[in-house]
Nanobody, 122 residues
Framework: QVKLEESGGGLVQAGASRRLSCAAS????????MAWFRQAPGKEREFVAY???????SYADSVKGRFTISRDNAWNTVYLQMNSLKPEDTAVYYC????????????????WGHGTQVTVSS
């Protein structure tokens, strides 16, 4: 069993930066692929970024060049640095962990956090 807890959400102005954190507990963190997804009101949950155990990364086109995913295995934590935020980035952001090499589908991940709200005002 893996427990994930996100933090760092809040209200920010367009153009600002924010860093989300996801603390993991339970099984060996370093062996998991970790990802961030987000869900806006009335929309499907969508992929944002992932990082696998060899630190390969992948990003959604909508955030490429603005968001950076990273992990600190010593602290069992994955981060999402979000720069140049836009109102369309407003969503609940979810952390996810999976045993595959990483992917952009929700089906690639077994464990999920409860999410943290990010609201970007214009």
């Amino acid at each position: 069993q893996v427990k994930l807890e996100e933090s760092g959400g809040g209200l920010v102005q367009a153009g600002a930066s924010r860093r989300l954190s996801c603390a993991a507990s339970g099984r060996t963190f370093s062996s998991f692929a970790m990802a961030w997804f987000r869900q806006a009101p009335g929309k499907e949950r969508e992929f944002v970024a992932y990082i696998n155990w060899v630190r390969d990364t992948s990003y959604a086109d909508s955030v490429k060049g603005r968001f950076t995913i990273s992990r600190d295995n010593a602290w069992n934590t994955v981060y999402l640095q979000m720069n140049s935020l836009k109102p369309e980035d407003t969503a609940v952001y979810y952390c996810a962990a999976g045993t595959y090499s990483g992917g952009s589908s929700t089906n690639d991940y077994t464990y999920w956090g409860h999410g943290t709200q990010v609201t970007v005002s214009s």
